[in-house]
């Protein structure tokens, strides 16, 4: 191993900052979304916006996630796989904040017609965390 990766591991493990270089977790997207919209989390709202027929180009998401997205749901553009995305299903999913926001901000947009809300991605996040497969 690199002798500068291991003096900044060292120092970061040292100083206390380990969680600087932490993977990410749903839970620790979860709390990062409220925080943002500075209230809590309601799983009802979360179902509920990820079954709503928004009127755009999509039945909402569950046209490729599936009303039960502790399965595996299908690309409806490119017939390709679409891993579950209830965590419980999926542990891979919810574990890196870049590829969570850019799934939000696409999907949100072809679905819903705008960007959510750090309470909307919230809220849809705690119902997923609650599902098991």
């Not at 120092?11 to 409220?34: F, K, M, N």
């Not at 569950?62 to 595996?72: F, I, Q």
């Not at 919810?94 to 999907?107: G, L, P, R, S, Y």
């Amino acid at each position: 191993m690199n002798r500068g990766l291991i003096h900044l591991l060292v120092a970061c493990c040292a100083s206390g900052s380990a969680t600087a270089i932490a993977a990410d977790t749903p839970e620790s997207l979860l709390a990062a979304y409220v925080a943002q919209a500075g209230a809590p989390a309601s799983p009802e709202r979360g179902q509920k916006l990820f079954t709503t027929n928004f009127g755009k180009d999509y039945n909402g998401c569950v046209d490729c996630h599936t009303a039960s997205p502790a399965k595996d749901g299908k690309d409806l553009l490119t017939d390709k796989r679409i891993a579950p995305l209830a965590p419980a299903a999926n542990k891979a999913r919810f574990t890196d904040k870049h590829k969570v926001e850019m799934a939000f901000n696409m999907n949100c947009r072809d679905v819903v017609g705008r960007k959510c809300t750090a309470g909307e991605k919230a809220d849809v996040m705690s119902w997923l965390i609650s599902l098991k497969p």
